[in-house]
């Protein structure tokens, strides 16, 4: 994986309740919960932050949905790893379509989300889907 490149597609949304339809709408559409993620503001960041980066997320990258969140906006997140290139596209697709921004758009463009998606990252060894 590139020093830039994060294996997780992330959406921000300033509504909590855009959040919640984009993550039902990747669900229903067929992405388990082993991959799917909704991060709610909630007691801080920190723990968030470290999940980020232990993961292989560009620290810049981490600091910033580290402060979106503390900033009270909702994140759902996609696991890349082991996803075809359409499934990828797809997730990014559904995330724009409800409303959300990355570390990379940065909410002025959502031409941007997700361009910094490991689309060769491999399946966690944890992964038992098959």
């Given at each position: 994986?590139?020093?830039?490149e994060t294996p997780i597609i992330v959406?921000?949304?300033?509504?909590?309740?855009?959040?919640?339809?984009?993550?039902?709408?990747?669900?229903?559409?067929?992405?388990?919960?082993?991959?799917?993620?909704?991060?709610?503001?909630?007691?801080?960041?920190?723990?968030?932050?470290?999940?980020?980066?232990?993961?292989?997320?560009?620290?810049?990258?981490?600091?910033?949905?580290?402060?979106?969140?503390?900033?009270?906006?909702?994140?759902?997140?996609?696991?890349?790893?082991?996803?075809?290139?359409?499934?990828?596209?797809?997730?990014?697709?559904?995330?724009?379509?409800?409303?959300?921004?990355?570390?990379?758009?940065?909410?002025?463009?959502?031409?941007?989300?997700?361009?910094?998606?490991?689309?060769?990252?491999?399946?966690?060894?944890?992964?038992?889907?098959?």
């Amino acid at each position: 994986m590139a020093k830039n490149e994060t294996p997780i597609i992330v959406g921000v949304f300033q509504d909590r309740k855009q959040a919640e339809q984009a993550y039902n709408e990747l669900y229903n559409v067929g992405f388990g919960q082993d991959y799917l993620g909704f991060a709610q503001p909630s007691d801080g960041s920190k723990g968030l932050l470290n999940q980020f980066e232990n993961v292989g997320m560009p620290q810049d990258d981490a600091r910033f949905y580290a402060h979106e969140y503390d900033a009270g906006r909702s994140l759902v997140t996609v696991r890349a790893g082991g996803l075809p290139e359409s499934s990828i596209q797809d997730a990014i697709t559904i995330l724009k379509r409800h409303g959300a921004y990355d570390a990379r758009s940065r909410g002025s463009s959502q031409d941007e989300l997700g361009s910094n998606v490991n689309r060769s990252a491999e399946k966690p060894y944890f992964d038992t889907t098959a």
